[in-house]
Protein backbone atom coordinates (compact mmCIF):
# COMPACT_ATOMS: atom_id res chain seq x y z
CA UNK A 1 0.00 0.00 0.00
CA UNK A 2 1.68 3.45 -1.10
CA UNK A 3 1.38 6.54 1.32
CA UNK A 4 -1.74 8.29 1.12
CA UNK A 5 0.07 11.50 1.57
CA UNK A 6 3.92 12.34 1.00
CA UNK A 7 5.60 15.34 0.96
CA UNK A 8 9.09 16.17 0.31
CA UNK A 9 10.47 19.68 1.85
CA UNK A 10 6.98 20.62 1.58
CA UNK A 11 6.20 24.97 1.85
CA UNK A 12 3.67 27.14 1.38
CA UNK A 13 3.66 31.08 1.59
CA UNK A 14 0.70 33.17 2.74
CA UNK A 15 2.14 36.46 1.75
CA UNK A 16 5.05 36.50 3.45
CA UNK A 17 4.21 34.05 6.22
CA UNK A 18 5.43 30.34 5.79
CA UNK A 19 2.63 28.06 6.70
CA UNK A 20 4.23 25.25 6.01
CA UNK A 21 8.15 25.09 5.16
CA UNK A 22 10.27 22.02 4.87
CA UNK A 23 7.56 20.02 5.95
CA UNK A 24 8.56 15.96 5.28
CA UNK A 25 5.79 13.93 5.86
CA UNK A 26 4.53 10.31 4.97
CA UNK A 27 1.19 9.39 6.05
CA UNK A 28 0.48 5.80 5.70
CA UNK A 29 -2.11 4.10 3.69
CA UNK A 30 -5.35 2.06 5.00
CA UNK A 31 -4.86 3.59 8.38
CA UNK A 32 -6.66 6.29 10.24
CA UNK A 33 -3.94 9.33 10.99
CA UNK A 34 -4.78 12.11 13.32
CA UNK A 35 -3.16 15.56 12.46
CA UNK A 36 -2.54 17.58 15.66
CA UNK A 37 -1.26 20.94 16.18
CA UNK A 38 -1.88 24.17 17.61
CA UNK A 39 -4.03 27.09 15.52
CA UNK A 40 -1.97 28.40 12.45
CA UNK A 41 0.49 25.00 12.57
CA UNK A 42 -0.62 24.62 8.84
CA UNK A 43 -2.95 21.44 9.56
CA UNK A 44 -5.67 22.95 6.88
CA UNK A 45 -2.98 24.18 4.45
CA UNK A 46 -1.26 20.31 4.32
CA UNK A 47 -5.00 18.67 3.74
CA UNK A 48 -6.00 21.54 0.98
CA UNK A 49 -2.48 20.94 -0.55
CA UNK A 50 -3.14 17.43 -0.70
CA UNK A 51 -6.59 17.84 -2.78
CA UNK A 52 -5.24 20.25 -4.98
CA UNK A 53 -7.17 23.15 -3.49
CA UNK A 54 -4.10 25.10 -2.70
CA UNK A 55 -0.39 25.01 -4.77
CA UNK A 56 2.95 24.30 -3.36
CA UNK A 57 5.58 27.14 -3.27
CA UNK A 58 8.32 25.11 -2.14
CA UNK A 59 8.62 21.22 -2.24
CA UNK A 60 6.40 18.20 -3.66
CA UNK A 61 3.28 16.73 -2.21
CA UNK A 62 2.00 13.81 -3.63
CA UNK A 63 -1.51 12.00 -2.47
CA UNK A 64 -2.24 8.24 -3.14
CA UNK A 65 0.91 8.88 -5.51
CA UNK A 66 0.11 11.33 -7.99
CA UNK A 67 0.55 15.52 -8.22
CA UNK A 68 -2.91 17.16 -7.02
CA UNK A 69 -2.29 19.85 -8.87
CA UNK A 70 -0.48 18.36 -11.76
CA UNK A 71 -2.48 15.10 -12.20
CA UNK A 72 -6.03 16.44 -10.41
CA UNK A 73 -8.38 14.13 -12.35
CA UNK A 74 -6.64 11.03 -10.72
CA UNK A 75 -6.48 12.78 -7.44
CA UNK A 76 -9.66 13.93 -6.92
CA UNK A 77 -12.24 10.81 -7.65
CA UNK A 78 -10.55 9.08 -4.91
CA UNK A 79 -10.39 11.31 -2.26
CA UNK A 80 -13.14 12.96 -0.28
CA UNK A 81 -12.63 16.33 1.51
CA UNK A 82 -14.73 17.21 4.14
CA UNK A 83 -13.64 20.93 4.91
CA UNK A 84 -13.79 22.75 8.37
CA UNK A 85 -16.61 25.16 7.54
CA UNK A 86 -18.18 21.87 5.74
CA UNK A 87 -19.50 24.38 3.04
CA UNK A 88 -22.48 23.21 0.97
CA UNK A 89 -24.57 24.76 -1.46
CA UNK A 90 -27.78 26.46 1.62
CA UNK A 91 -29.99 26.70 -1.31
CA UNK A 92 -30.18 22.72 -2.65
CA UNK A 93 -31.82 19.97 -1.10
CA UNK A 94 -30.19 17.21 0.61
CA UNK A 95 -31.47 15.18 -3.02
CA UNK A 96 -29.67 18.05 -4.48
CA UNK A 97 -26.63 18.19 -2.73
CA UNK A 98 -26.64 14.20 -3.70
CA UNK A 99 -26.95 14.51 -7.02
CA UNK A 100 -24.53 17.00 -7.12
CA UNK A 101 -22.61 14.42 -5.65
CA UNK A 102 -23.56 11.93 -8.50
CA UNK A 103 -22.96 14.08 -11.07
CA UNK A 104 -19.58 15.18 -10.57
CA UNK A 105 -18.04 11.80 -9.27
CA UNK A 106 -16.86 8.73 -10.91
CA UNK A 107 -17.56 6.05 -8.53
CA UNK A 108 -20.71 7.71 -6.68
CA UNK A 109 -22.49 5.30 -4.56
CA UNK A 110 -25.77 7.05 -4.53
CA UNK A 111 -28.01 4.00 -2.90
CA UNK A 112 -25.16 4.11 0.35
CA UNK A 113 -25.29 7.84 0.23
CA UNK A 114 -28.97 7.73 0.11
CA UNK A 115 -29.22 5.30 3.12
CA UNK A 116 -26.86 7.48 5.04
CA UNK A 117 -29.25 10.02 4.79
CA UNK A 118 -32.21 7.94 5.97
CA UNK A 119 -30.66 5.83 8.49
CA UNK A 120 -29.71 9.64 10.60
CA UNK A 121 -33.49 10.51 9.92
CA UNK A 122 -32.30 13.31 7.32
CA UNK A 123 -35.38 13.87 5.42
CA UNK A 124 -34.06 14.28 1.19
CA UNK A 125 -36.45 17.20 0.34
CA UNK A 126 -35.14 19.44 3.23
CA UNK A 127 -33.05 22.31 2.56
CA UNK A 128 -29.63 22.43 3.40
CA UNK A 129 -30.23 26.32 5.16
CA UNK A 130 -32.62 24.12 7.64
CA UNK A 131 -30.53 21.70 8.87
CA UNK A 132 -28.34 21.57 12.15
CA UNK A 133 -24.97 21.70 12.64
CA UNK A 134 -24.74 17.99 13.04
CA UNK A 135 -26.46 17.39 10.00
CA UNK A 136 -25.17 19.63 7.68
CA UNK A 137 -21.76 17.73 9.32
CA UNK A 138 -23.66 14.31 8.29
CA UNK A 139 -24.36 15.50 5.09
CA UNK A 140 -20.94 17.14 4.12
CA UNK A 141 -19.86 13.65 5.31
CA UNK A 142 -22.55 11.70 3.27
CA UNK A 143 -21.31 13.22 0.25
CA UNK A 144 -17.24 12.48 0.67
CA UNK A 145 -18.27 9.15 1.53
CA UNK A 146 -20.55 8.63 -1.44
CA UNK A 147 -17.86 9.49 -3.72
CA UNK A 148 -16.04 5.91 -2.59
CA UNK A 149 -12.88 7.30 -1.84
CA UNK A 150 -9.31 5.86 -1.52
CA UNK A 151 -8.57 8.38 0.89
CA UNK A 152 -10.81 10.80 3.14
CA UNK A 153 -9.17 13.71 4.57
CA UNK A 154 -11.38 15.74 6.94
CA UNK A 155 -10.56 18.81 8.60
CA UNK A 156 -11.66 19.30 12.33
CA UNK A 157 -14.74 17.74 11.69
CA UNK A 158 -16.38 16.85 15.04
CA UNK A 159 -15.54 21.00 15.54
CA UNK A 160 -18.46 23.09 16.28
CA UNK A 161 -20.84 19.73 17.34
CA UNK A 162 -22.09 19.33 20.55
CA UNK A 163 -20.96 15.89 22.52
CA UNK A 164 -23.53 13.72 21.43
CA UNK A 165 -23.73 14.87 17.47
CA UNK A 166 -20.00 14.57 17.87
CA UNK A 167 -19.82 10.98 19.17
CA UNK A 168 -22.46 9.76 16.35
CA UNK A 169 -20.18 11.67 14.32
CA UNK A 170 -17.04 9.94 14.64
CA UNK A 171 -19.14 6.83 15.09
CA UNK A 172 -20.52 6.96 11.70
CA UNK A 173 -17.30 7.57 10.23
CA UNK A 174 -15.51 4.73 11.80
CA UNK A 175 -18.38 2.25 10.76
CA UNK A 176 -17.89 3.58 7.27
CA UNK A 177 -14.26 3.21 6.60
CA UNK A 178 -13.81 0.21 8.71
CA UNK A 179 -15.50 -2.22 5.88
CA UNK A 180 -13.53 -1.01 2.69
CA UNK A 181 -10.39 -0.07 4.79
CA UNK A 182 -10.60 3.66 3.76
CA UNK A 183 -7.59 5.64 4.57
CA UNK A 184 -8.36 8.98 6.81
CA UNK A 185 -6.05 11.51 7.50
CA UNK A 186 -8.20 13.90 10.20
CA UNK A 187 -7.09 17.19 11.69
CA UNK A 188 -8.06 17.52 15.37
CA UNK A 189 -7.86 19.44 18.27
CA UNK A 190 -9.56 16.53 20.78
CA UNK A 191 -6.92 14.60 22.01
CA UNK A 192 -9.65 12.44 23.43
CA UNK A 193 -11.37 12.13 19.62
CA UNK A 194 -8.04 11.39 18.59
CA UNK A 195 -7.73 8.41 20.85
CA UNK A 196 -11.16 6.97 19.78
CA UNK A 197 -10.56 6.89 16.23
CA UNK A 198 -6.79 7.23 14.90
CA UNK A 199 -4.07 4.84 14.94
CA UNK A 200 -1.43 6.77 13.60
CA UNK A 201 -0.09 10.49 14.69
CA UNK A 202 1.15 13.47 13.16
CA UNK A 203 1.82 16.22 15.06
CA UNK A 204 2.78 20.16 13.12
CA UNK A 205 4.34 23.27 14.97
CA UNK A 206 4.79 26.01 12.79
CA UNK A 207 4.42 24.83 9.35
CA UNK A 208 7.13 21.45 10.53
CA UNK A 209 6.39 17.79 11.29
CA UNK A 210 7.17 17.87 15.04
CA UNK A 211 6.48 14.12 15.15
CA UNK A 212 4.86 11.20 13.24
CA UNK A 213 4.55 7.50 13.56
CA UNK A 214 2.12 4.90 14.90
CA UNK A 215 0.29 6.33 17.79
CA UNK A 216 0.78 2.26 19.89
CA UNK A 217 5.03 2.87 19.10
CA UNK A 218 4.81 6.33 19.99
CA UNK A 219 3.02 5.48 23.29
CA UNK A 220 5.66 2.99 24.17
CA UNK A 221 8.82 4.86 22.80
CA UNK A 222 8.31 7.61 25.64
CA UNK A 223 8.29 7.59 29.27
CA UNK A 224 7.59 9.78 32.45
CA UNK A 225 10.51 9.51 34.61
CA UNK A 226 9.58 10.78 38.37
CA UNK A 227 11.50 10.86 40.52
CA UNK A 228 12.38 13.74 43.80
CA UNK A 229 11.92 17.32 43.00
CA UNK A 230 15.51 18.62 41.25
CA UNK A 231 16.37 22.17 40.79
CA UNK A 232 18.43 22.20 37.20
CA UNK A 233 17.27 20.98 34.10
CA UNK A 234 18.55 17.78 33.35
CA UNK A 235 20.74 17.25 29.83
CA UNK A 236 20.77 13.43 29.76
CA UNK A 237 22.65 11.95 27.01
CA UNK A 238 20.68 8.88 26.17
CA UNK A 239 17.16 10.33 26.19
CA UNK A 240 15.70 13.05 24.77
CA UNK A 241 14.01 14.89 27.46
CA UNK A 242 10.38 16.64 25.98
CA UNK A 243 9.33 18.17 28.90
CA UNK A 244 10.04 18.40 32.76
CA UNK A 245 7.53 19.56 35.15
CA UNK A 246 8.24 20.15 39.21
CA UNK A 247 6.14 19.94 41.22
CA UNK A 248 6.94 20.97 44.93
CA UNK A 249 8.12 17.40 45.53
CA UNK A 250 8.29 15.84 42.81
CA UNK A 251 10.23 16.13 39.19
CA UNK A 252 8.55 13.82 35.95
CA UNK A 253 10.64 13.98 32.79
CA UNK A 254 8.92 12.81 29.46
CA UNK A 255 11.63 11.60 27.68
CA UNK A 256 11.69 9.76 24.43
CA UNK A 257 13.67 6.23 24.97
CA UNK A 258 11.92 2.75 25.66
CA UNK A 259 14.29 1.57 27.97
CA UNK A 260 15.41 4.48 30.12
CA UNK A 261 17.33 3.66 32.93
CA UNK A 262 16.02 5.86 35.57
CA UNK A 263 18.05 6.44 38.76
CA UNK A 264 17.17 4.71 42.26
CA UNK A 265 14.52 6.43 43.73
CA UNK A 266 12.75 7.35 40.40
CA UNK A 267 9.90 5.36 38.61
CA UNK A 268 9.20 5.37 35.28
CA UNK A 269 5.36 5.05 33.48
CA UNK A 270 4.39 5.09 30.42
CA UNK A 271 2.28 8.58 29.70
CA UNK A 272 -0.83 8.76 28.60
CA UNK A 273 -1.66 10.09 24.97
CA UNK A 274 -2.93 13.14 26.19
CA UNK A 275 0.24 14.08 28.25
CA UNK A 276 2.53 12.86 25.08
CA UNK A 277 0.62 15.47 22.77
CA UNK A 278 0.59 18.64 25.22
CA UNK A 279 4.00 17.77 25.77
CA UNK A 280 4.91 18.55 22.32
CA UNK A 281 2.69 21.05 22.15
CA UNK A 282 4.35 22.95 24.70
CA UNK A 283 8.02 22.38 23.67
CA UNK A 284 7.60 22.99 19.58
CA UNK A 285 10.85 22.52 19.53
CA UNK A 286 11.24 19.27 20.74
CA UNK A 287 11.57 16.37 18.28
CA UNK A 288 11.93 18.51 15.58
CA UNK A 289 14.27 15.85 13.95
CA UNK A 290 11.97 13.26 11.22
CA UNK A 291 10.59 10.08 14.32
CA UNK A 292 13.08 7.31 13.40
CA UNK A 293 9.98 4.86 12.93
CA UNK A 294 8.91 6.29 9.88
CA UNK A 295 11.33 4.91 7.74
CA UNK A 296 10.36 1.69 9.04
CA UNK A 297 6.34 2.26 8.47
CA UNK A 298 7.02 3.23 5.11
CA UNK A 299 9.51 0.38 4.07
CA UNK A 300 7.14 -2.47 5.54
CA UNK B 1 -21.48 19.34 -14.62
CA UNK B 2 -24.99 20.12 -16.80
CA UNK B 3 -27.32 19.17 -14.35
CA UNK B 4 -25.06 21.27 -11.56
CA UNK B 5 -25.22 24.21 -13.82
CA UNK B 6 -29.26 24.32 -14.86
CA UNK B 7 -29.36 23.86 -11.23
CA UNK B 8 -27.61 27.18 -9.83
CA UNK B 9 -29.05 29.28 -12.80
CA UNK B 10 -32.24 27.55 -13.66
CA UNK B 11 -34.00 30.95 -12.30
CA UNK B 12 -32.07 33.16 -14.42
CA UNK B 13 -33.21 31.09 -17.30
CA UNK B 14 -36.98 31.18 -16.48
CA UNK B 15 -36.27 34.65 -15.53
CA UNK B 16 -34.89 35.58 -19.12
CA UNK B 17 -37.39 33.19 -20.65
CA UNK B 18 -40.30 35.25 -19.03
CA UNK B 19 -39.18 39.05 -19.80
CA UNK B 20 -38.44 37.34 -23.49
CA UNK B 21 -42.09 36.69 -23.61
CA UNK B 22 -43.14 39.72 -22.17
CA UNK B 23 -41.05 41.97 -24.66
CA UNK B 24 -42.62 39.21 -27.40
CA UNK B 25 -45.99 39.86 -26.36
CA UNK B 26 -45.39 43.36 -26.23
CA UNK B 27 -44.36 43.92 -29.83
CA UNK B 28 -47.30 41.62 -31.10
CA UNK B 29 -49.42 44.25 -28.97
CA UNK B 30 -47.78 47.11 -30.37
CA UNK B 31 -47.72 45.97 -33.91
CA UNK B 32 -51.75 45.52 -33.87
CA UNK B 33 -51.86 49.27 -32.16
CA UNK B 34 -49.91 50.85 -34.59
CA UNK B 35 -51.07 49.19 -37.61
CA UNK B 36 -54.94 50.22 -36.54
CA UNK B 37 -53.39 53.73 -35.85
CA UNK B 38 -51.86 54.07 -38.99
CA UNK B 39 -54.78 52.86 -41.24
CA UNK B 40 -56.35 56.04 -39.07
CA UNK B 41 -54.26 58.43 -40.38
CA UNK B 42 -54.01 57.20 -43.74
CA UNK B 43 -57.43 57.53 -43.77
CA UNK B 44 -57.75 61.36 -41.84
CA UNK B 45 -54.83 62.87 -42.81
CA UNK B 46 -53.49 64.43 -46.17
CA UNK B 47 -50.25 63.04 -47.42
CA UNK B 48 -47.57 63.69 -45.66
CA UNK B 49 -45.32 66.12 -44.72
CA UNK B 50 -48.13 68.72 -44.61
CA UNK B 51 -49.73 65.43 -42.69
CA UNK B 52 -47.79 67.04 -39.58
CA UNK B 53 -49.84 70.63 -39.73
CA UNK B 54 -52.88 69.64 -40.97
CA UNK B 55 -55.10 69.90 -37.51
CA UNK B 56 -57.74 67.27 -38.68
CA UNK B 57 -54.91 64.87 -37.89
CA UNK B 58 -52.72 66.61 -35.13
CA UNK B 59 -54.14 64.34 -32.26
CA UNK B 60 -53.05 61.22 -34.25
CA UNK B 61 -49.80 62.33 -35.26
CA UNK B 62 -49.85 62.97 -31.77
CA UNK B 63 -50.40 60.03 -30.26
CA UNK B 64 -47.84 58.11 -33.01
CA UNK B 65 -44.92 60.36 -31.82
CA UNK B 66 -46.63 59.98 -27.65
CA UNK B 67 -46.62 56.33 -28.20
CA UNK B 68 -43.68 54.72 -31.14
CA UNK B 69 -40.89 57.85 -31.41
CA UNK B 70 -40.65 58.24 -27.78
CA UNK B 71 -40.47 54.33 -27.16
CA UNK B 72 -36.75 54.38 -29.62
CA UNK B 73 -35.36 55.42 -25.77
CA UNK B 74 -36.75 52.44 -23.59
CA UNK B 75 -35.90 50.00 -26.08
CA UNK B 76 -32.56 51.34 -27.38
CA UNK B 77 -32.35 51.51 -23.74
CA UNK B 78 -32.95 47.84 -23.02
CA UNK B 79 -30.54 46.85 -25.54
CA UNK B 80 -27.90 48.17 -23.17
CA UNK B 81 -29.33 47.24 -19.82
CA UNK B 82 -30.82 43.43 -20.44
CA UNK B 83 -26.75 42.78 -21.76
CA UNK B 84 -25.79 44.37 -18.69
CA UNK B 85 -28.10 42.39 -16.24
CA UNK B 86 -26.58 38.97 -17.63
CA UNK B 87 -23.33 40.23 -16.66
CA UNK B 88 -24.84 41.03 -13.35
CA UNK B 89 -27.05 37.81 -12.87
CA UNK B 90 -25.04 35.47 -14.52
CA UNK B 91 -21.76 36.08 -14.72
CA UNK B 92 -20.85 37.64 -11.71
CA UNK B 93 -22.14 34.78 -9.15
CA UNK B 94 -20.63 32.36 -11.11
CA UNK B 95 -17.25 32.69 -9.24
CA UNK B 96 -17.98 35.13 -6.83
CA UNK B 97 -20.89 33.80 -5.24
CA UNK B 98 -18.74 30.12 -4.64
CA UNK B 99 -16.23 32.34 -3.22
CA UNK B 100 -17.86 34.33 -0.99
CA UNK B 101 -19.64 30.79 0.69
CA UNK B 102 -16.88 28.89 0.31
CA UNK B 103 -18.32 26.82 -1.87
CA UNK B 104 -15.49 25.95 -4.51
CA UNK B 105 -13.76 24.32 -1.85
CA UNK B 106 -16.95 22.18 -2.15
CA UNK B 107 -17.39 21.58 -5.80
CA UNK B 108 -13.15 21.86 -6.36
CA UNK B 109 -13.01 19.09 -4.42
CA UNK B 110 -15.54 16.85 -6.34
CA UNK B 111 -14.45 14.42 -9.19
CA UNK B 112 -13.97 17.11 -11.64
CA UNK B 113 -11.27 19.18 -11.99
CA UNK B 114 -11.11 22.75 -11.68
CA UNK B 115 -10.54 23.76 -15.39
CA UNK B 116 -13.49 21.15 -16.72
CA UNK B 117 -15.45 23.04 -13.62
CA UNK B 118 -15.15 26.72 -15.18
CA UNK B 119 -14.94 25.77 -18.68
CA UNK B 120 -18.18 23.68 -18.86
CA UNK B 121 -19.75 26.22 -16.45
CA UNK B 122 -18.64 28.90 -18.84
CA UNK B 123 -19.60 27.19 -21.93
CA UNK B 124 -22.85 25.78 -21.01
CA UNK B 125 -23.90 29.14 -19.57
CA UNK B 126 -22.70 30.60 -22.48
CA UNK B 127 -24.61 28.98 -24.75
CA UNK B 128 -27.55 29.96 -22.93
CA UNK B 129 -26.64 33.53 -23.16
CA UNK B 130 -25.94 33.16 -26.80
CA UNK B 131 -29.66 31.30 -26.65
CA UNK B 132 -31.45 34.39 -25.05
CA UNK B 133 -29.67 37.10 -27.06
CA UNK B 134 -30.75 35.56 -30.27
CA UNK B 135 -34.14 35.54 -29.16
CA UNK B 136 -33.94 39.07 -27.65
CA UNK B 137 -32.20 40.30 -31.29
CA UNK B 138 -35.02 38.85 -32.91
CA UNK B 139 -37.77 40.82 -30.65
CA UNK B 140 -35.76 43.63 -31.29
CA UNK B 141 -35.83 43.15 -35.24
CA UNK B 142 -39.79 42.42 -35.59
CA UNK B 143 -40.10 45.78 -33.39
CA UNK B 144 -37.45 47.79 -35.14
CA UNK B 145 -39.23 46.33 -38.64
CA UNK B 146 -42.49 47.36 -37.53
CA UNK B 147 -41.36 50.79 -36.20
CA UNK B 148 -40.10 51.42 -39.44
CA UNK B 149 -42.95 50.69 -41.12
CA UNK B 150 -45.08 52.66 -39.07
CA UNK B 151 -42.25 55.67 -39.78
CA UNK B 152 -41.77 55.33 -43.18
CA UNK B 153 -45.15 57.34 -43.77
CA UNK B 154 -43.86 60.41 -42.39
CA UNK B 155 -40.39 60.00 -44.10
CA UNK B 156 -37.92 56.99 -44.13
CA UNK B 157 -36.07 55.90 -40.87
CA UNK B 158 -32.61 55.28 -41.05
CA UNK B 159 -31.33 51.78 -40.67
CA UNK B 160 -28.29 53.35 -38.49
CA UNK B 161 -31.01 53.77 -36.13
CA UNK B 162 -31.35 50.51 -35.09
CA UNK B 163 -27.46 49.96 -34.88
CA UNK B 164 -27.52 49.16 -30.81
CA UNK B 165 -29.96 46.48 -31.37
CA UNK B 166 -28.97 45.08 -34.67
CA UNK B 167 -28.58 40.57 -34.02
CA UNK B 168 -24.45 40.54 -34.24
CA UNK B 169 -23.78 43.71 -31.71
CA UNK B 170 -26.72 42.44 -28.65
CA UNK B 171 -25.33 39.18 -28.87
CA UNK B 172 -21.96 40.28 -28.74
CA UNK B 173 -22.62 42.73 -26.07
CA UNK B 174 -24.36 39.63 -24.08
CA UNK B 175 -21.36 37.72 -24.67
CA UNK B 176 -18.85 40.51 -23.14
CA UNK B 177 -21.43 41.28 -20.12
CA UNK B 178 -21.12 37.71 -19.65
CA UNK B 179 -17.37 37.41 -19.49
CA UNK B 180 -16.90 40.87 -17.63
CA UNK B 181 -19.03 39.75 -14.52
CA UNK B 182 -17.56 36.07 -14.53
CA UNK B 183 -13.83 37.89 -14.61
CA UNK B 184 -14.79 40.36 -12.13
CA UNK B 185 -16.48 37.94 -9.48
CA UNK B 186 -12.79 36.14 -10.17
CA UNK B 187 -11.17 38.84 -9.51
CA UNK B 188 -12.74 40.54 -6.49
CA UNK B 189 -14.62 37.82 -5.30
CA UNK B 190 -17.67 38.89 -3.88
CA UNK B 191 -20.65 39.55 -5.39
CA UNK B 192 -21.67 43.19 -4.30
CA UNK B 193 -18.72 44.74 -5.40
CA UNK B 194 -18.06 42.63 -8.53
CA UNK B 195 -21.93 43.64 -9.81
CA UNK B 196 -20.81 47.36 -9.13
CA UNK B 197 -17.82 46.51 -11.44
CA UNK B 198 -19.32 44.72 -13.73
CA UNK B 199 -21.80 47.85 -14.35
CA UNK B 200 -19.21 50.48 -14.66
CA UNK B 201 -17.22 48.50 -16.80
CA UNK B 202 -20.02 47.79 -18.96
CA UNK B 203 -20.93 50.97 -19.19
CA UNK B 204 -18.04 52.17 -19.65
CA UNK B 205 -16.78 50.02 -22.49
CA UNK B 206 -20.33 50.23 -24.37
CA UNK B 207 -20.53 54.33 -24.34
CA UNK B 208 -17.03 54.64 -25.16
CA UNK B 209 -16.95 52.32 -28.16
CA UNK B 210 -20.09 53.80 -29.65
CA UNK B 211 -19.10 56.88 -29.02
CA UNK B 212 -15.44 57.25 -29.98
CA UNK B 213 -14.46 54.30 -32.15
CA UNK B 214 -17.73 53.46 -33.64
CA UNK B 215 -17.65 56.88 -36.21
CA UNK B 216 -14.37 55.92 -37.56
CA UNK B 217 -14.43 52.10 -38.04
CA UNK B 218 -13.77 53.05 -41.92
CA UNK B 219 -13.34 56.64 -42.81
CA UNK B 220 -16.19 58.56 -43.47
CA UNK B 221 -17.26 59.68 -46.67
CA UNK B 222 -16.61 63.49 -47.30
CA UNK B 223 -19.40 65.40 -49.36
CA UNK B 224 -18.65 68.76 -50.70
CA UNK B 225 -21.54 71.04 -51.49
CA UNK B 226 -20.58 74.59 -53.36
CA UNK B 227 -22.41 77.12 -52.32
CA UNK B 228 -24.76 78.54 -55.43
CA UNK B 229 -27.94 80.57 -56.20
CA UNK B 230 -30.20 77.88 -54.57
CA UNK B 231 -28.15 77.22 -51.08
CA UNK B 232 -25.89 74.81 -50.87
CA UNK B 233 -25.83 71.83 -53.52
CA UNK B 234 -23.32 69.02 -53.50
CA UNK B 235 -22.06 68.07 -57.04
CA UNK B 236 -21.12 64.44 -56.11
CA UNK B 237 -22.89 61.99 -53.41
CA UNK B 238 -24.32 63.84 -50.47
CA UNK B 239 -25.84 61.94 -47.19
CA UNK B 240 -29.55 60.98 -47.14
CA UNK B 241 -31.48 60.37 -44.42
CA UNK B 242 -30.70 56.70 -44.44
CA UNK B 243 -27.13 57.65 -43.72
CA UNK B 244 -25.03 58.14 -40.86
CA UNK B 245 -24.15 61.69 -40.83
CA UNK B 246 -21.14 61.33 -38.36
CA UNK B 247 -19.89 64.80 -38.88
CA UNK B 248 -22.02 68.19 -38.64
CA UNK B 249 -21.96 70.56 -41.94
CA UNK B 250 -18.80 73.10 -41.40
CA UNK B 251 -17.74 75.84 -43.93
CA UNK B 252 -14.54 75.71 -45.95
CA UNK B 253 -12.42 77.94 -47.73
CA UNK B 254 -11.15 77.29 -50.75
CA UNK B 255 -8.19 75.23 -49.18
CA UNK B 256 -10.29 73.39 -47.12
CA UNK B 257 -9.77 74.84 -43.82
CA UNK B 258 -12.83 75.48 -41.87
CA UNK B 259 -14.66 78.92 -41.57
CA UNK B 260 -15.26 80.10 -38.33
CA UNK B 261 -18.92 80.52 -37.82
CA UNK B 262 -20.22 84.61 -39.04
CA UNK B 263 -16.65 84.76 -40.47
CA UNK B 264 -17.36 84.79 -43.92
CA UNK B 265 -17.84 86.72 -46.73
CA UNK B 266 -19.28 90.04 -44.98
CA UNK B 267 -21.85 91.62 -47.91
CA UNK B 268 -22.28 90.44 -50.74
CA UNK B 269 -19.13 89.35 -52.63
CA UNK B 270 -19.66 86.45 -55.33
CA UNK B 271 -16.13 86.14 -55.67
CA UNK B 272 -16.06 85.16 -52.14
CA UNK B 273 -19.14 82.89 -51.78
CA UNK B 274 -18.07 81.11 -55.02
CA UNK B 275 -14.63 79.89 -52.81
CA UNK B 276 -17.15 78.52 -49.92
CA UNK B 277 -18.35 75.16 -49.50
CA UNK B 278 -20.03 72.90 -47.54
CA UNK B 279 -18.28 69.40 -45.82
CA UNK B 280 -20.17 66.73 -44.32
CA UNK B 281 -18.67 63.31 -43.52
CA UNK B 282 -21.50 60.17 -43.20
CA UNK B 283 -21.45 56.78 -43.33
CA UNK B 284 -23.58 55.62 -45.93
CA UNK B 285 -26.25 53.17 -45.11
CA UNK B 286 -24.22 49.66 -46.93
CA UNK B 287 -21.61 49.66 -44.16
CA UNK B 288 -24.19 49.11 -41.49
CA UNK B 289 -24.06 45.32 -41.35
CA UNK B 290 -19.80 46.06 -42.32
CA UNK B 291 -19.88 48.23 -39.07
CA UNK B 292 -22.15 45.47 -37.17
CA UNK B 293 -19.61 42.90 -37.52
CA UNK B 294 -16.71 44.87 -36.92
CA UNK B 295 -18.43 45.83 -33.68
CA UNK B 296 -18.93 42.20 -32.63
CA UNK B 297 -15.67 41.47 -33.32
CA UNK B 298 -14.15 44.26 -31.07
CA UNK B 299 -17.00 42.92 -28.20
CA UNK B 300 -16.18 39.07 -28.49
CA UNK B 301 -12.09 39.76 -28.57
CA UNK B 302 -12.22 41.80 -25.53
CA UNK B 303 -15.10 38.91 -23.85
CA UNK B 304 -12.29 36.38 -24.81
CA UNK B 305 -9.16 38.50 -22.91
CA UNK B 306 -11.51 38.59 -20.05
CA UNK B 307 -12.42 34.69 -20.09
CA UNK B 308 -9.17 34.10 -20.13
CA UNK B 309 -8.04 36.32 -17.20
CA UNK B 310 -10.68 34.74 -15.58
CA UNK B 311 -9.48 31.35 -15.87
CA UNK B 312 -6.18 32.17 -15.04
CA UNK B 313 -7.49 33.61 -11.79
CA UNK B 314 -9.68 30.74 -11.07
CA UNK B 315 -6.67 27.95 -11.80
CA UNK B 316 -4.68 30.37 -8.74
CA UNK B 317 -7.42 30.82 -6.91
CA UNK B 318 -7.31 29.65 -2.73
Known amino acids: MRPAIETTALGKRYRRNWALRDCCVQIPGERITALIGPNGAGKTTLLNLAIGLLTPDAGGIETLGWSPQRQPELVLGRVGYVPQDRPLYSRFTVADTLHMGRSTNPRWDDRGARERMHKRGIALDLPIRRLSGGQRAQVSLALALGKHPDLLLLDEPASSLDPLARRDFLAELVDAVAADGTTVVLSSHVIADVERVCDYLVILADGRVQLAGDIDTIREEHKVIIGPRFERDVASADATVISAEHSERESALLVRRDDPAAPPGWRIETPSLEELVLAYLSNPRAGALPAPQLAESAAS | ?318
Open chain 2, 1 to 318: MSWLTWRQHRWEAASALLLLLVCGAGVVALTVAGSGLMAEIARNCPAAPQAVVAPSCASLTARYSGTFETMWWWVVAAGTVLPALVGVFVGVPLVAREAEHGTHHLIWAQGVTRRRWFLSKVALVGVGVVVGAVALAAVGQAWFGMQRGLGAWFGSQSIWDGFEIGPPVLIAYAIFALSLGVAAGALIRRTVPAIAATLVGFLAARLSIAVLARPGYLPPIASRAGFGSSGFASAGGSPTSSDWLVGSMVLSDGSGHPIPSGGFCQGPDPGCYSQVFALQHYQPADRFWLFQSIEAVIFIVMALVLLALAYRLVMRMR
